[in-house]
């Protein structure tokens, strides 16, 4: 992270510690790695917008099915909070209840949203300047007699959040911020963001992946530069209304 990200890492965690000092359910600590998603309309068609997510709905960490983390398969720290500060445009977070349950073709157990794929049970509007904190206890999977009702209460329900619907006008963008504590951080080049040359395999797949990569970014030119010029025009825009801030270079 940069020195300002650092900085404004360190008040939310200041913050976060404060207000989470008596649940011993959780562990806060000091990020070290923090995420920057941009919201906003990529496709021209307007029906493809309307039927797609900006996010779908998805969990962070994996757990089993017995309500146990996953090493293997998380790069975040176990029961450490995701705290998402938001720049921009409003965004709709919603959250989905799912229940395991059994299904009569497999034989298995899987994950079912209460209400269908699509179905909510509730929703955060994240506008400019609001930090939202994704507690884990919400992922892991176990029976919440709390919540569910006396039919249910031998049902194990877990949430999962995103279903964010894309904006319908093109000029709307939404930044998060999102901090976390990951197990395993790398050095990279602040020029370039890559690995540096000491810490990559010098081996014939690797010179054959390089190649490919080339080709790729040869296809993909075009259609970068052009989605670069938007992103530039909705920063502009969000800049000018949400921020006060005069026209200028990104």
Same mark, same amino acid.
């Given at each position: 992270?940069?020195p300002?990200?650092?900085?404004?890492?360190?008040?939310?965690?200041?913050?976060?510690?404060?207000?989470?000092?008596?649940?011993?359910?959780?562990?806060?600590?000091?990020?070290?790695?923090?995420?920057?998603?941009?919201?906003?309309?990529?496709?021209?068609?307007?029906?493809?917008?309307?039927?797609?997510?900006?996010?779908?709905?998805h969990?962070?960490? =994996?757990?089993?099915?017995?309500?146990?983390?996953?090493?293997?398969?998380?790069?975040?720290?176990?029961?450490?909070?995701?705290?998402?500060?938001t720049?921009?445009?409003?965004? =709709?977070?919603?959250?989905?209840?799912?229940?395991?349950?059994?299904?009569?073709?497999?034989?298995?157990?899987?994950?079912?949203? $209460?209400?269908?794929?699509?179905?909510?049970?509730?929703?955060?509007?994240?506008?400019?300047?609001?930090?939202?904190?994704?507690?884990?206890?919400?992922?892991?999977?176990?029976?919440?007699?709390?919540?569910?009702?006396?039919?249910?209460? $031998?049902?194990?329900?877990?949430?999962?959040?995103?279903?964010?619907d894309?904006?319908?006008?093109?000029?709307?963008l939404?930044?998060?911020?999102?901090?976390?504590?990951v197990?395993?951080?790398?050095?990279?080049?602040?020029?370039?963001?890559?690995?540096?040359?000491?810490?990559? $395999?010098?081996?014939?797949?690797?010179?054959?992946?390089?190649?490919?990569?080339?080709?790729?970014?040869?296809?993909?030119?075009?259609?970068?530069?052009?989605?670069?010029?938007?992103?530039?025009?909705?920063?502009?825009? =969000? $800049?000018?209304?949400?921020?006060?801030?005069?026209?200028?270079?990104?």
């Amino acid at each position: 992270m940069s020195p300002s990200m650092t900085r404004l890492a360190e008040i939310i965690h200041r913050d976060l510690k404060k207000r989470l000092e008596n649940d011993n359910t959780v562990s806060v600590e000091p990020f070290n790695h923090v995420t920057i998603l941009m919201y906003y309309q990529k496709s021209l068609d307007e029906k493809k917008n309307h039927k797609r997510k900006l996010l779908e709905f998805h969990t962070d960490n =994996v757990y089993s099915t017995n309500g146990l983390f996953v090493n293997n398969k998380n790069s975040q720290k176990e029961k450490t909070v995701t705290a998402i500060l938001t720049l921009g445009n409003e965004r =709709v977070l919603k959250f989905q209840k799912q229940l395991l349950v059994d299904n009569d073709e497999t034989g298995k157990q899987i994950w079912e949203g $209460c209400g269908g794929e699509d179905s909510f049970c509730s929703y955060f509007r994240l506008s400019n300047g609001s930090l939202f904190v994704l507690h884990p206890n919400d992922e892991i999977p176990k029976i919440r007699k709390e919540l569910d009702s006396e039919k249910m209460d $031998c049902t194990k329900s877990r949430f999962r959040h995103g279903g964010i619907d894309a904006f319908k006008a093109r000029n709307k963008l939404s930044v998060a911020l999102v901090f976390r504590n990951v197990t395993t951080v790398l050095t990279l080049h602040r020029e370039t963001g890559k690995l540096p040359k000491s810490l990559l $395999c010098d081996s014939a797949e690797s010179t054959k992946n390089e190649l490919l990569r080339k080709k790729l970014r040869r296809f993909r030119r075009k259609r970068l530069r052009q989605a670069d010029l938007k992103l530039k025009d909705l920063w502009r825009s =969000v $800049c000018t209304h949400d921020f006060d801030l005069p026209l200028g270079e990104p």
